[in-house]
Nanobody, 125 residues
Framework: QVQLVESGGGLVQAGGSLRLSCAAS????????MGWFRQAPGKEREFVAA??????????ADSVKGRFTISRDNTKNTVTVYLQMNSLKPEDTALYYC????????????????WGQGTQVTVSS
């Protein structure tokens, strides 16, 4: 069964940093574009960032551009995608999801087929 497992969430003060990780259960994901999404209480899930299969093309939501960085490591047995989050704000508080689309390019921001269970990020003011 295909799995995406997120980790790295937690509680941090405004201005702080966190790094989220997403481990994919199959090597097939090394050929897939990957993304991060988030959902705050009472709000719809929104796109945060995406990265193509090789890691040389990225896309960010305007709200996180310049503060968040997405990267990936396809070299190990487990494909891992990271989201480095700096200068965190209380409005970044949300459940963060990792996702994958069975295409090598970033493409449509919301065309993702595989999803993790999420990791909670809470930013205190």
């Amino acid at each position: 069964q295909v799995q995406l497992v997120e980790s790295g969430g937690g509680l941090v003060q405004a201005g702080g940093s966190l790094r989220l990780s997403c481990a994919a259960s199959e090597r097939t994901f090394s050929n897939y574009a990957m993304g991060w999404f988030r959902q705050a209480p009472g709000k719809e899930r929104e796109f945060v960032a995406a990265i193509n299969w090789s890691g040389d093309n990225t896309d960010y939501a305007d709200s996180v551009k310049g503060r968040f960085t997405i990267s990936r490591d396809n070299t190990k047995n487990t494909v891992t995608v990271y989201l480095q989050m700096n200068s965190l704000k209380p409005e970044d508080t949300a459940l963060y999801y990792c996702a994958a689309r069975p295409y090598s390019t970033i493409g449509n921001r919301y065309e993702y087929h595989y999803w993790g269970q999420g990791t909670q990020v809470t930013v205190s003011s």
